[in-house]
């Protein structure tokens, strides 16, 4: 008997991202890995208890993946920053945005208050920003982020007119931004 391949998790967990990638995220499975490696399903259940553990894997990689976007300074403003990485994940990565963020995913449970309290401390950052109260910039990420998950869904699903490209996409998303900020500054 010829010896059994073996694989890295790395090796396991890049290939389940590329499922998750081109086919999404429900087409994980130990059989769907093993076929891509050209293995058995062994190697996967030697480095992993069971499928869920790779698919946590690879809402880590998705979630670092997203995180390199954030970190890009596409403008001076670190908190647009924010909003481009989200358009920008959507043009790129579609089938990973509807399964990730319109699927509700029970993988991002873990991520979501951390989140939230970082987006605030980048907030916190920006001059125009900086004077409101912990709350104040709550709420109004929330309403940024309806916006933008909308915005996002809409390119990550082609419906966008075709001439809306990413520079108008970006453009709308700082005037959404620009016009809540008017609007709270009216408010205080």
Known sequence: MPPKKKFSKEKIVETAFKIARD????????????????SSVVPIYHNFKDIEEVKKEVIKKIMY????FAEMNFTENKFLNIGIAS????????QLFNDIILNNSKYLDDYEEDYVDEIVEVMKQEPELSYFD???LKETFFKIRIFQTGLSTMIANGLLPKDFD???QIELLNSFSQDLLISLKQKK
């Open 65 to 68: 993946l997203y995180g390199s």
């Open 166 to 168: 990413e520079e108008k």
């Open 134 to 136: 912990k709350n104040t």
């Open 87 to 94: 358009i920008k994940f959507a043009n790129e990565y579609s």
């Open 23 to 38: 086919k999404g995220f429900d087409h994980i499975t130990a059989r769907s890995i093993a076929k891509k490696l050209k």
